[in-house]
């Protein structure tokens, strides 16, 4: 299926299209500074109203410029849940919600972006979330962001959040500075991840629609640890790029 995305680029970030595909690139930097470079299509779309339900499979060629930029990058679906432009890359124009997201994620340290231990929170990985409640809530908790920053509450509070956000993640043992496969398929009652043909995971955990395709590549960190430890910033980083190609989505 043929999609339209738009670009969403930070100062001397580019997204250079080819015939089969777009090379998103950051410049080098010191942190203190955000680079992004993305692609997706959702810019200018409210929430509620973004394309992609079940069931529906996505899936692309990749690569990147070396195996441990720092930052993250990856590709799938979410539903932009960062609004307010809370941390990094949320939309200014979309309220906070809960992450719905199904995509093949990497995050290098300092990232934690699990809430459950057992899962992981750094490296290349596959995986999806879904939150038990409504957005809303996620809305009418925003008063109690300052109580993040008693580490006892904070430590509750992360807690919670595990309970009411399931999800499921599985490591990608891959060279990803060679080109790989990689197939999403978002079913009703689960995910299945694939690469280069190989099933990597089977998630029960299925975010809730609609969603919104993204492509990104950035140099920021973000984590909420065991300890109760709330961290967000950006990173040192050389040149760093990543290819896509041969993009398919469609219904099925």
Known sequence: MEIELSERVTPGATVTHHPNGWKLEIPAGAKGT??????????HTARRAFLWQPALTVQLRARVSAPD?????????????????????GSPRRLPTFPETAWFFHASPPNSLALDDRLPAQGFFAGSFHSALHGGFALASLPALPLL????????????????????????????????????????EGCIFKVDGQTI??????PSAPLGLVLWIDNQYAGWSSRGEIRYGTLNNTEAWLEVENLQIGKG
Not at 69 to 89: E, K, Q, V, Y
Not at 165 to 171: F, M
Not at 201 to 206: A, P
């Open 69 to 89: 930029l720092p930052g993250t990058w990856g590709f799938g679906l979410w539903n932009d849940p960062f609004g307010l432009s809370i941390g990094f890359g």
């Open 149 to 188: 920053a008693i580490r006892p509450l904070s430590r509750q509070l992360r807690h919670f959040a595990s309970r009411i956000i399931r999800e499921e993640a599985v490591s990608i043992p891959v060279d990803v500075t060679r080109w790989h496969e990689y197939h999403l398929q978002w079913l009703h």
């Open 201 to 206: 995971l089977q998630s029960r955990c299925t």
């Open 34 to 43: 955000y680079r992004m470079a993305q692609l997706d299509d959702y810019a």
